[in-house]
T-cell receptor, first 109, second 114 residues
Framework: KQEVTQIPAALSVPEGENLVLNCSFT??????LQWFRQDPGKGLTSLLL?????REQTSGRLNASLDKSSGRSTLYIAASQPGDSATYLC????????FGAGTRLTVKP | DAGVIQSPRHEVTEMGQEVTLRCKPI?????LFWYRQTMMRGLELLIY????????DSGMPEDRFSAKMPNASFSTLKIQPSEPRDSAVYFC????????????FGPGTRLTVL
């Protein structure tokens, strides 16, 4: 069974800092990997989707990479802003979808 | 498209009562997923359907939980009888296998069982 781990569990940074969130998974036979954002009490918003054949995807200040062979993905956030404060979830698709526990990010003004 | 629609958004019920949660996936999507989210256990996959057929229900916690998808535009998750430990946020999600497999989530149903 696929296991997904996210490190760190929580992260607090000052505004403007660049940061990296990590995701690892145990079964490399994946179709794709998706990063989501969840604000408190809200649903999940899709940020980036990386297919298994891709190495990275970019959207604005976000860049996600995928190293399928080592079972790792990173989400890079450039020039962080207070509005980026949320929980970031990594999900791995082996036909079903397994989630990590998330990284709770706080960006301080 | 309106996205994935879930109802009700909030449900408060008493222990022992039957609870039915509803989901309308995005039109054209062929996969539908039910998840449960709690502080202790995070986001757990309960069951998923492909073309209205249940594929994997190994995440369904007990026989008290059941899910159906009578057609491509509607699914229900039923809990009978409900217990306080079922209190959680239940999410429905859908995706289309023919276009990247990006998964889209509904806003969730917050269930409180007293």
């Amino acid at each position: 069974k696929q296991e997904v781990t996210q490190i760190p569990a929580a992260l607090s940074v000052p505004e403007g800092e660049n940061l990296v969130l990590n995701c690892s998974f145990t079964d490399s036979a994946i179709y794709n990997l998706q990063w989501f954002r969840q604000d408190p009490g809200k649903g999940l918003t899709s940020l980036l989707l990386i297919q298994s054949s891709q190495r990275e995807q970019t959207s604005g200040r976000l860049n996600a990479s995928l190293d399928k062979s080592s079972g790792r993905s990173t989400l890079y956030i450039a020039a962080s802003q207070p509005g980026d404060s949320a929980t970031y979830l990594c999900a791995v698709n082996n036909n079903d979808m397994r989630f990590g526990a998330g990284t709770r990010l706080t960006v301080k003004p | 498209d309106a996205g994935v629609i879930q109802s009700p958004r909030h449900e408060v019920t008493e222990m022992g009562q039957e609870v039915t949660l509803r989901c309308k996936p995005i039109s054209g999507h062929d996969y539908l997923f039910w998840y449960r989210q709690t502080m202790m256990r995070g986001l757990e996959l309960l069951i998923y359907f492909n073309n209205n057929v249940p594929i994997d229900d190994s995440g369904m916690p007990e026989d008290r939980f059941s899910a159906k998808m009578p057609n491509a535009s509607f699914s229900t998750l039923k809990i009978q009888p409900s217990e306080p430990r079922d209190s959680a946020v239940y999410f429905c999600a859908s995706r289309f296998s023919g276009s990247g497999n990006e998964q889209f989530f509904g806003p969730g149903t917050r269930l409180t069982v007293l």
